[in-house]
């Protein structure tokens, strides 16, 4: 049985507070401006990949828990690059195939043409070019040479997600790694040099999907204050880890239900990371209690306070192997005989054989883009209350203009850099 291998790959706390240095509630975020003609399907587009972004967790995070008995793992994923991804297949799937996908997806929203064109036109948005910001995202599909691929589904893709339709030799092992992985390499400007680490030559496709995201702090951590510090893994474990420190104003909430606290970092241009950090013990709680609802509850109820915050540094490489979790998802007929992707291709019956994930996420004093350090913070006369991230927390990158996450992760060990679940 011929085969479709698809891959994805890319780069990329209870806490008392002094009301002294805090001012709730903060004012109303600026409504962002959408394009007029897609605004509906953008808005709901946006609402499905939360959805799905916060499904996915949960599921990975549930697994990934019972890993290594009590010591749960550090996750990181981009639901942006998975949907995005997903989307593309979806114009080639066929009957209960496609179906599935779709309901994975949260998609059912609207009419299709409207999906795709709505998560296209995201895409370019994120993909402008900024000073301080940098989102790549990118698709490309290598396609065997003997298997020739409906006009529609090419036209498709690329009017959608710009994605290129490269011809190769799956046969040619060592040649064809090296095509993708170069190909990936140049579009990603040499941050991620290897997709793939081997082809099985019956393979007849291989779908690649990227995100590179690249941004730098509005107020840099200071490098001569990062410390070591303890951070407590869990009720046996601690570790040292460089502690970053900033003085500064930042959007705080604290859930009082949930028990946790959520300090927002901006970056220079529109977008921020939300920490989330719970109790000791709280986590699991605090993860099976997000939705759409409280996220965005939690966002509009922030107040500006006054802190010296305290973030471990931390750079970690994460691989997914989504092909069980999207088939406990419901999408379990792409990975079987009854896959139906007669939309790409009708000279051979394809199914999906492979969905691998990879991220890598930096953050430093600088943000996630190496750059020389410009200075920092404010100066207060009093001094502020200390904030420290020093327990197991979770972490969402949310462009701000758009409110779509682009990453999502769990942090439960900053020392851990590599990461399989």
Do not use: R, S
């Given at each position: 049985m011929k085969v479709?291998?698809?891959?994805i790959w890319f780069i990329p706390m209870v806490i008392a507070l002094d009301q002294r240095f805090c001012n709730f509630p903060r004012e109303e975020p600026k409504k962002t401006e959408e394009g007029e003609q897609l605004k509906e399907a953008q808005s709901a587009i946006i609402t499905a990949n939360t959805e799905f972004a916060l499904k996915l967790f949960k599921h990975v995070a549930s697994k990934s828990s019972l890993v290594k008995g009590s010591q749960i793992q550090n996750i990181v994923f981009s639901p942006l690059s998975i949907s995005t991804a997903l989307s593309t297949l979806v114009l080639g799937a066929r009957s209960t195939t496609h179906q599935e996908i779709l309901d994975v997806l949260n998609q059912n929203l609207t009419q299709e043409a409207e999906v795709h064109g709505a998560l296209g036109h995201l895409q370019q948005i994120l993909s402008q070019p900024q000073n301080d910001l940098q989102i790549n995202i990118g698709?490309?599909?290598?396609?065997?040479?003997?298997?020739?691929i409906l006009e529609s589904f090419r036209n498709e893709t690329k009017h959608y997600y710009q994605a290129e339709i490269v011809k190769t030799d799956f046969t040619e092992g060592p040649q064809v790694k090296g095509q993708i992985n170069d190909h990936v390499k140049t579009k990603t400007d040499g941050k991620i040099p290897e997709v793939i680490k081997n082809?099985?030559?019956?393979?007849?496709?291989?779908?690649?999907?990227?995100?590179?995201?690249?941004?730098?702090?509005?107020?840099p951590f200071a490098p001569p204050l990062t410390t070591n510090d303890?951070?407590?893994?869990?009720?046996?474990?601690?570790?040292?880890v460089p502690m970053m420190s900033n003085p500064g104003v930042y959007n705080i909430h604290q859930d009082k239900t949930l028990l946790c606290t959520v300090i927002e970092i901006p970056y220079k241009s529109e977008a921020s990371m939300l920490l989330i950090v719970p109790e000791h013990g709280k986590i699991n709680d605090v993860e099976e209690a997000l939705s759409v609802d409280v996220i965005s509850g939690w966002r509009k109820s922030m107040g500006k306070c006054k802190i010296n915050l305290h973030l471990p540094k931390f750079s970690i490489t994460s691989s997914l192997d989504l092909k069980t979790v999207l088939s406990d998802l419901g999408m379990a007929t792409a990975f079987s005989v009854q896959a139906n992707f007669s939309g790409i291709s009708q000279d051979v019956q394809l199914r999906v054989s492979q969905v691998v994930h990879k991220v890598i996420l930096n953050v430093d004093d600088r943000g996630t883009k190496g750059s020389p350090f410009s200075g920092y913070g404010m100066t207060f006369f009093s001094?502020?209350?200390n904030v420290k991230v020093n327990k197991p927390f979770l972490v969402l990158i949310i462009d701000d203009e758009t409110d779509i996450i682009l990453f999502m992760g769990r942090i439960t060990n900053p020392l851990k850099k590599n990461v399989e679940v």
């Open positions: 479709l291998q698809y891959l698709n490309a599909i290598f396609v065997d040479k003997k298997m020739e082809v099985d030559p019956d393979t007849l496709m291989v779908l690649v999907n990227f995100v590179l995201f690249k941004g730098e702090w509005k107020l303890k951070f407590i893994v869990d009720k046996d474990t601690a570790v040292n001094a502020p209350p």
